[in-house]
């Protein structure tokens, strides 16, 4: 049976984890790194990179103990390589060279967004071709995927991703880091929905227009003119519950409205919708993109909570998923020399291949 080991540390999670082919998680860690970024409001590259590399090594050993291993028994090791913030990608990709030349162990590169990609075919056994929604802090994409390392894109966003839209109103909010779950939880505060919608009539930027792409930057302006509008008595909880319900409502029609046109265009036989990344974690952006897929006949899926954000599992699978592939014709010593990628476009994959 096939076992891999992942390494994940593109932001501010450290994360290891064990994967086999039977689609078993023999062990996933997580690190999080939120204590110490929130007197920041936002996360420092240089305190994440410092983090990762204090914590990297104990968590490599917890989870070969926890899965009753040792680096003799993988089958070869994975980490994320890039796309993220470079001084954290060089530090686990380092560490997971390191384990595999020492062990003679293959050593997989793998691409963080493909492993967000590809983490409903561990969890919910998707088959391909899959129409995908990848949102999370620094990206949002809707994608066909038609295999391991074969992504077509379908639309992205012209300036700010999602997640960044939702952090960047919840800061405005003063809601504080981490933002979307602080803005999801406000929100469902919101006592009279409807009038929350005829108060704050948020912008719908570009949906008046023939295009899968999205735009985020206006309607983060919008949120933070209408707080700047807001008189001081008026400054409370509850008028920001009814804010923070307003723009979580645009943003999962916007993304319901995307995939609604993807769904309608594409001329691939596809049976399945799937939202990954870590604003896959919202329920009411689940619940959107449930009923869009429902309505185009298709099956919803979204990964588990725990597998929506930044973490191991998702790698050690991709890494898999090309190993299974490629490890036939494909000759994995070269791949000790593979450099870090801040930008790494799935679209640059190929399929089988690293």
Not at 30 to 36: A, D, G, K, L, N
Not at 73 to 100: E, F, R, W
Not at 144 to 161: R, S
Request: charged share 20%; aromatic share 6%; with cysteine.
């Amino acid at each position: 049976m096939m076992k891999i080991l992942g390494i994940e540390t593109s932001c501010d999670e450290t994360a290891v984890a064990i994967v086999d082919d039977n689609k078993q998680l023999l062990s996933n860690l997580v690190y999080s790194q939120i204590e110490h970024h929130i007197p920041h409001g936002g996360v420092v590259p240089e305190i994440a990179a410092r983090a990762h590399g204090e914590h990297l090594d104990g968590l490599i050993k917890q989870a070969l103990q926890e899965a009753n291993l040792t680096v003799s028994d993988l089958d070869a090791i994975a980490a994320t390589c890039g796309p993220g913030l470079i001084g954290g990608v060089m530090i686990g990709m380092v560490a997971g060279k390191a384990l595999a030349w020492s062990a003679d162990k293959p050593f997989v590169p793998v691409n963080h967004l493909e492993g967000h990609a590809l983490t409903p075919r561990l969890t919910n056994d998707v088959p391909f071709p899959y129409l995908l929604l990848l949102v999370s802090g620094g990206h949002t994409q809707i994608l066909l995927v038609k295999g391991v390392g074969d992504y077509q894109k379908l639309g992205t966003t012209i300036d700010d991703a999602v997640g960044e839209c939702f952090d960047k109103s919840a800061k405005s909010m003063g809601l504080g880091y981490p933002g979307g779950p602080a803005l999801e939880a406000l929100a469902s505060e919101c006592k009279n929905p409807e009038q929350a919608l005829k108060t704050y009539d948020l912008p719908s930027p570009l949906t008046d227009k023939k295009t899968y792409d999205f735009s985020f930057s206006g309607l983060k302006t919008s949120v933070l003119r209408h707080i700047e509008k807001i008189d001081d008595q008026d400054f409370t909880r509850e008028t920001l519950s009814n804010l923070a319900y307003a723009l979580q409502y645009r943003i999962a029609e916007i993304l319901a409205d995307r995939c609604k046109r993807a769904i309608e265009a594409i001329d691939v036989s596809v049976s399945h919708l799937v939202v990954s990344g870590g604003v896959a974690a919202n329920k009411t952006i689940r619940a959107a993109l449930e009923q869009t897929a429902n309505e185009g006949g298709l099956s919803f899926v979204a990964p588990p909570m725990s597998l929506c954000t930044d973490n191991a599992a998702m790698i050690a699978w991709a890494g898999l998923e090309h190993f299974r592939l490629a490890k036939k014709d494909t000759d994995f010593n070269n791949t000790l020399s593979f450099k870090a990628r801040p930008r790494w476009p799935l679209d640059e994959l190929k399929r089988g291949t690293l």
